[in-house]
Structures are given as structure tokens and as C-alpha cells.
């Protein structure tokens, strides 16, 4: 199983940028997804989360209102749409799941959250 997101870079303060996880080796269709970050310095950071059928999702504070997570099934990937970044969204960000991993609120988040599949990160870095 590999997770591999992708589409970080460096951008300006309220910019955007659309990550994407293209899985390979599991179906997405079949499992929620969870967005997270590590900030340098900072502890890892939940962002988000998505169910298996993409109709539930679940953000932390920090991002609620800007960003957006959605599947497309078909291509196997999950998105996550940052819009009006600001410097403190800077850092490493990772996508992860299991097979019974669910998107229900904020435990699914949790910045101490064990999963079993987690990709290499993609950096994402707000100027000022």
C-alpha cells in the first residue's frame, strides 16, 4: 500500500494550493482518509478528514472555512483544497488511513492518531 501526496510549493499569503493523495494498493472507495501536518518545531497537526463515501468530512479549527476535502473515487485520490493560506499553514503535509479508520469528528484527527498507511508528506510553505 503507498500514499502519495502530492502538489505542495511555496505561495503567498492568501493563495491557494490543492494537494492530492493518489493511493495504490488499497481502493479508496473503501476507506476514509485523514489529512495531517508537522509544522517545524511543532508537534504533528490534524487538518481533516473524509469518509469512505466522501459525504462525511470533519476539519480542524484552524482551517475550517478555507479548506476542502473531497474524493474522486474514479481516480483512486483524495484532495485537499487550501484556500486564503496563511504563514502558520506552513508545513509538511501528510495523508494516511487504515482499514478501520472513520471519519466521525475530532478523534479522527487527533494529532497523536495512529495509522497504519501513511505517504511521504508534501511541503507546503506560506510566505508573508
Known amino acids: 500500500v503507498q500514499l502519495q501526496a502530492s502538489g505542495g510549493g511555496l505561495v503567498q499569503a492568501g493563495g491557494s494550493l490543492r494537494l492530492s493523495c493518489a493511493a495504490s494498493?488499497?481502493?479508496?472507495?473503501?476507506?476514509?482518509l485523514g489529512w495531517f501536518r508537522r509544522a517545524p518545531g511543532k508537534e504533528r497537526e490534524g487538518v481533516s478528514c473524509?469518509?469512505?463515501?466522501?459525504?462525511?468530512?470533519y476539519y480542524a479549527d484552524s482551517v475550517k472555512g478555507r479548506f476542502t476535502v473531497s474524493k474522486d473515487n474514479a481516480k483512486n485520490t483524495v484532495y485537499l483544497e487550501m484556500n486564503s493560506l496563511k504563514p502558520e499553514d506552513t508545513a509538511v503535509y501528510y495523508c494516511?488511513?487504515?482499514?478501520?479508520?472513520?471519519?466521525?469528528?475530532?478523534?479522527?484527527?487527533?494529532?497523536?492518531?495512529?495509522?497504519?498507511?501513511w505517504g511521504p508528506g508534501t511541503q507546503v510553505t506560506v510566505s508573508s
Open positions: 494516511a488511513s487504515e482499514m478501520f479508520y472513520y471519519c466521525s469528528g475530532a478523534d479522527s484527527i487527533n494529532s497523536r492518531r495512529r495509522l497504519e498507511y
Open positions: 494498493g488499497l481502493t479508496l472507495e473503501h476507506y476514509a
Open positions: 473524509i469518509s469512505r463515501s466522501g459525504r462525511r468530512t
